[in-house]
């Protein structure tokens, strides 16, 4: 999707930034009316797999939702930070109505056994649906589209209202400029009739994992971790598993 | 909710936790298709498409050439190009040895008139014999690989003369256990079938349109007459390929595949296979001495400002 500077509208685009001490960050902005009104660092980048970005890429610090010329506050977030439950969650908690995540999410995973015939995207639609359900929060997936060497980009952007449906789903790998109405008040209905942000407890989270992160760096002692595990690790050592391929296994 | 994580795990119901004992496999008309690795080929189309398309921009080519051997994977691939940037800007270039199957070349001329492409054929014989003239006890596989690369030699000639890039035809299944020969099959611009299984290529051809006696017929390399692949690997390809699937894309450990039917001692000699066709499919290390050495630390994508020729 392409956004105009002159629109009046709320437009997220996304963009690699290098920081005043020379940092690259991969970013999103919210435009409105000819201003950058928000950046949002990307602050989870994928090291695995068939990605490399935290090679060349630092990674952002703040997460903050913002208000927006629609009257409510907008969360921005660039695709990995989408596999991350805290990201979403401290979005809508942070005032957030509608959660928009800029992504390039590499097409993979083909299979006949799917919903849509590709693995991705069914994860994709799975965390969206998801997350505005959770958050009781309008979710927009804006995803890429086009094909870069080995690496094809989906598209098959999405609307979803905060009841977890889908509003609008663009078509895969079709680019285009496509607009869906929304109404806000769905957001009003759903977070009464299903309160579920009213009923977080963002105070549990921070001394849980208050506690969680003073035992990951041995500071306390951890008595849910296993007898045998060492300082810092929940888990005590086990056996190895398998041997990947051409490697022999070893005395046990 | 269980939405698996995409990157090589688990999704849909085919690979739940515990795989079941016994795959369905099933028999279309024209072969044996194991369930697991069934596609939507559809989507297969339309992502190779857009990956022909988009890897002819990026080099400033408008056409492609393709060596057609008469056999699946190079016809599956002719039909893929024709459908990305139609028949009129593809060469396929026939390749026939002294030996190879008649067969072979009334099927590839099948191809070449179904689509409408432009079409050359080059008899290796004389090359392959004048090389070998003065070495007549050279084994069956040094023949085979210089027979293999004589080919790759052709296709880079006529790259030029028909301004074309060579589109690689070799599949994951002998890219895995390292069926190919090292610059010669396995040589081209880019593959587009390269991350799909024989038993997908297949799947695909059906899809295409390819002749049904081209799917039908046993995969061979034609390197000498009565050749076929699954009596020299001494497996079947649907089997081959499910081992594959399992040990590869989805990390099911030896003991695993086992308890799903496997044989200990194919599944052990195909491991071995893999590993030692390693090198293969990597390019050539470089000893690393510079500041920046490419493919170690000097990393830019092939798609540049200025990567387009002309």
């Known amino acids: ?252 | 909710m269980t939405a698996p994580r995409p990157a090589g795990n688990a999704t849909g119901p085919m690979t739940a936790s515990a795989p079941p004992r016994d795959v369905d496999a099933s028999v279309t008309a024209l072969f044996e298709m194991p369930a697991e690795l069934a596609i939507d080929t559809s989507i297969a189309r339309r992502v190779i498409a857009e990956f022909i398309r988009g890897q002819l921009r990026q080099a400033g080519f408008k056409k492609t050439v393709v060596g057609l051997s008469g056999g699946i994977d190079s016809a599956v691939v002719a039909y893929l190009v024709a459908e990305a940037i139609g028949a009129e800007r593809l060469l396929a270039v026939l390749m026939p040895y002294r030996t190879s199957s008649p067969a072979s070349r009334s099927d590839a001329e099948t191809v070449v008139a179904r689509l409408g492409c432009a079409s050359e054929v080059v008899d290796i014989s004389l090359m392959v014999d004048a090389f070998f003239a003065n070495d007549p006890d050279a084994s069956s596989l040094r023949r085979g690989n210089f027979m293999a690369r004589q080919r790759m030699a052709v296709l880079y000639d006529r790259s030029v003369t028909w301004s074309g890039l060579v589109v690689g035809t070799s599949n994951k299944t002998e890219s895995l256990i390292g069926y190919t020969t090292l610059f010669g099959d396995s040589a081209c611009a880019f593959n587009p079938i390269g991350d799909l299984y024989k038993s997908q290529i297949r799947q695909m051809a059906e899809a295409l349109g390819v002749p049904e006696a081209i799917i039908r017929k046993a995969p061979s390399a034609d390197l000498w007459p009565g050749q076929t692949d699954e009596a020299e690997a001494d497996i079947s390809y649907p089997l081959l390929d499910r081992l594959l699937f399992w040990r590869v894309d989805k990390r099911r450990s030896v003991d695993e595949v086992v308890a799903m039917g496997f044989e200990r001692t194919l599944v052990e000699r195909v491991d071995r296979m893999i590993a030692s066709s390693e090198f293969k499919r990597q390019v050539p290390p470089i000893a690393k001495l510079g500041p920046r050495t490419a493919g170690v630390d000097y990393l830019y994508p092939r798609r540049r400002p200025g990567s387009a020729r002309g």
């Open chain 1, 1 to 252: 999707m392409r956004f105009r500077h002159d629109v009046a509208v709320p437009s997220p685009t996304s963009f690699v930034e290098e920081s005043g001490d020379h940092r690259l960050f991969i970013a999103a902005a919210l435009l409105e009316e000819g201003r950058i009104a928000h950046v949002h660092r990307k602050l989870y980048l994928p090291t695995y797999g068939l990605f490399d970005e935290r090679r060349f890429f630092a990674a952002g610090d703040l997460l903050r939702a913002v208000p927006s010329r629609l009257g409510v506050g907008v969360g921005l977030a660039v695709c990995e930070d989408f596999w991350h439950l805290d990201v979403p969650q401290i979005l809508a908690l942070d005032g957030a109505q509608i959660l928009v995540n800029v992504s390039s999410s590499p097409g993979r995973d083909l299979a006949a056994t799917n919903e849509v015939g590709l693995g991705t995207a069914t994860s994709w639609r799975n965390l969206m649906r998801t997350y505005a359900q959770l958050t009781t929060s309008f979710v927009i997936f804006c995803n890429r589209v086009g094909v870069d060497e080995s690496i094809s980009f989906w598209g098959g952007s999405e609307v979803i209202a905060p009841s977890g449906e889908a509003v609008f789903s663009a078509p895969f790998f079709e680019e285009g400029l496509f607009t869906a109405d929304i109404s806000l008040a769905d957001v009003r209905r759903e977070r009464i009739g299903l309160p579920l942000l009213r009923d977080e407890r963002p105070e549990l989270h921070v001394r849980e994992l208050a506690r969680i992160v003073a035992e990951r760096a041995g500071l306390a002692s951890d008595s849910t971790a296993d007898d045998l595990a060492e300082a810092g690790l929940d888990v005590a050592p086990g056996d190895p598993i398998e041997n990947p391929i051409g490697f022999r296994a070893g005395p046990r």
